[in-house]
Each structure stands twice: as structure tokens, then as C-alpha cells.
């Protein structure tokens, strides 16, 4: 009986020194983002090609990478330091019918071969704006480290291509709100894209 007296009391001192509520763990989720408000300033420089509209909490920055011919002046970036991203806008002149198509190809080879391991689907939609310019907006699901990407062209003189890119690894769920939100962005500068 002598042995069993530490035990019981052992045991007694467990169960009544266990007094705090039970916490279930946290859950996970990601970080409530707050939203600005949609309002638009012109990007109007004197020399380039076109102008459109942008976010007024974007900046637009000529893109400093080397270029060897002059197309890389019309080159730039809309930087949007909130979300981590960058729409990058590359322009192009066009001199020829297959040089036209050669652009076009490209655009396709940049939705599709660069994307096609880790997308989960690929979709894509005529566009024809206001002012008379048409292309095709790329949606682009899954992991991919672009979700948007569209052209634009005139077939004549001007090809733009845009593209989204958050410094961030890809990850559809945690970017599909803000990617979303950028996607009107992109839109209304398509929507707004004037040649000069």
C-alpha cells in the first residue's frame, strides 16, 4: 500500500495542475490586404509611340536594360511597390508583314513554352480597343510566375506587349487577389492605349 500513496498522489497533482482552457491552434490564412482606391494619371512622354493611363499608385520607369537598337527607348516599366509587381511594357516598330508575324509568335512562345510545366491551363481573349488597337490577353493559371500578358498592334506600324510580375515565388493562391485586382489595371491601360 506504501508504494501506491506517491502514485496516487502524483497522479492527483497532474490532474488538478492542469487548470488552463484548451487553445485550438492558429489557423492559416494570408494577410487581409487593403485595397486603394481606382484612379488613373496619362503616361505622355514626348518621343514615345503611344501614351495610355496607369494607376496613381504606380510609377512608370524606362526600363534600363541594354538594348542594340533604338526600340529599347520605348521600353518601360510600371512599378507598383505596394504589391511587390511590375507590369513590363516592351515596344516594338513594325517594318514588314513577317516581321509582324514574327512578333505575334513571339508573344505566344512567351505565354505558352515558358509557362507550359508549371501552368495549369492557358486562356485566351481577342481584344479591340476604343482606339482601334487589337491583340490577345493571356490568363494564365496555376504557379506561374506571370498570370497576365496580353499584345496589342495596329498590324501596321506599332506592336506593345505587357506582362505582370510580382517579386515574389509564384504562388496562385496567396497572388490571386492582388492579381486580380492588377488585372483591371492592365484593362484599363489597354482600354486607354492611344498610337501616336
Known amino acids: 500500500m506504501r508504494p501506491l500513496i506517491p502514485l496516487l498522489v502524483l497522479s492527483a497533482a497532474i490532474l488538478f ?17 487593403d485595397f486603394p482606391e481606382k484612379k488613373y494619371q496619362v503616361f505622355d512622354q514626348p518621343g514615345y509611340p503611344y501614351t495610355f493611363e496607369y494607376p496613381v499608385y504606380a510609377s512608370v520607369v524606362k526600363d534600363s ?18 504589391f511587390g509587381g511590375r507590369i513590363y511594357i516592351s515596344y516594338k516598330d513594325i517594318h514588314s508583314r513577317d516581321n509582324m ?12 513554352k515558358q509557362h507550359a510545366d508549371v ?3 492557358i486562356s485566351t481573349s481577342m481584344l479591340k480597343t476604343p482606339n482601334n488597337a487589337e491583340g490577345i490577353y493571356f490568363n494564365l ?11 496589342l498592334t495596329d498590324s501596321v506600324k506599332h506592336f506593345l506587349r505587357g ?30 492605349l492611344h498610337w501616336r
Open 17 to 33: 495542475s492542469c487548470n488552463s482552457n484548451y487553445t485550438a491552434g492558429k489557423q492559416r490564412g494570408y494577410a487581409h490586404i
Open 65 to 82: 536594360t541594354f538594348f542594340e537598337d533604338k526600340a529599347g527607348d520605348w521600353w518601360v516599366n510600371i512599378e507598383i511597390p505596394r
Open 101 to 112: 508575324d514574327t512578333l505575334v509568335n513571339d508573344a505566344f512562345k512567351m505565354a505558352y
Open 119 to 121: 501552368s495549369t491551363g
Open 141 to 151: 493559371a496555376g504557379n506561374t510566375a506571370t498570370a497576365n500578358q496580353f499584345f
Open 163 to 192: 506582362a505582370l510580375y510580382f517579386d515574389a515565388t509564384p504562388n496562385a493562391d496567396s497572388l490571386g487577389i492582388v492579381n486580380d485586382f492588377l488585372k483591371k489595371d492592365m484593362l484599363h491601360l489597354i482600354n486607354t
